[in-house]
């Protein structure tokens, strides 16, 4: 195993000595649910494409055994 040393040290601490306070989000509630409500679409949208395309994919995959296999 080989040591590795950092070419600059690790700065633990804010450079104007204390870290701002941040400032509540006043919106943040309306915005998530916005994100939330953008998620669930495309997560139908995508569990409906799985669908289609599986069921597509395995009636296609039939056809071809029943005519290639006989």
């Not at 040393?5 to 700065?11: C, K, V």
């Not at 870290?19 to 509540?24: D, E, G, M, R, V």
């Not at 919106?27 to 409906?48: I, N, P, S, Y």
Request: hydrophobic share 45%; no cysteine; glycine share 12%.
């Amino acid at each position: 195993m080989s040591n590795i040393e950092l070419a600059t040290p690790l700065r633990l601490t804010y450079p104007g000595g204390v870290a701002p306070a941040l400032a509540p989000d006043a919106d943040f509630e309306g915005r998530w649910a916005a994100w939330v409500g953008r998620g669930r679409r495309h997560e139908q949208r995508a569990r409906r494409r799985l669908l289609i395309w599986g069921s597509v994919f395995t009636i296609g995959a039939m056809v071809a055994y029943v005519v290639l296999g006989s």
